[in-house]
């Protein structure tokens, strides 16, 4: 079992930053692809950002593509979102997910998942 905890989430105001992190209780995560996706209230989960094990390739959704960077350190066992330039909409309760599948938009393609943290962007 892997656990996956965020953290780093908080208000921002619209146009500001903020970086989240999913850390790993498992000395394989490095084996892991990792993606990120979020839930807005009463909108369905989507897919964020995605990363290979290895690091060397990422996927994002198009809606954050060139605002928001996904990176790894598997020697702490950490993912990182830093997100930029952040809109209203963009506010959501963000998760981490882990699997030994593909990395992508589908939720079912990822074993594991943190509980979340909060991003809320101000207008």
């Known amino acids: 079992q892997v656990q996956l905890v965020e953290s780093g989430g908080g208000l921002v105001q619209a146009g500001g930053s903020l970086s989240v992190s999913c850390a790993a209780s498992e000395r394989t995560f490095s084996s892991y692809n990792v993606g990120w996706f979020r839930q807005a209230p009463g909108k369905e989960r989507e897919f964020v950002a995605g990363?290979?094990?290895?690091?060397?390739?990422?996927y994002y959704a198009d809606s954050v593509k060139g605002r928001f960077t996904i990176s790894r350190d598997n020697a702490k066992n950490t993912v990182y979102l830093q997100m930029s330039s952040l809109k209203p909409e963009d506010t959501a309760v963000y998760y981490c997910a882990a699997g030994m599948g593909l990395v992508g938009d589908r939720a079912s393609w990822y074993d594991y998942w943190g509980q979340g943290t909060q991003v809320t962007v101000s207008s």
């Open positions: 990363i290979w094990r290895s690091g060397g390739s990422t």
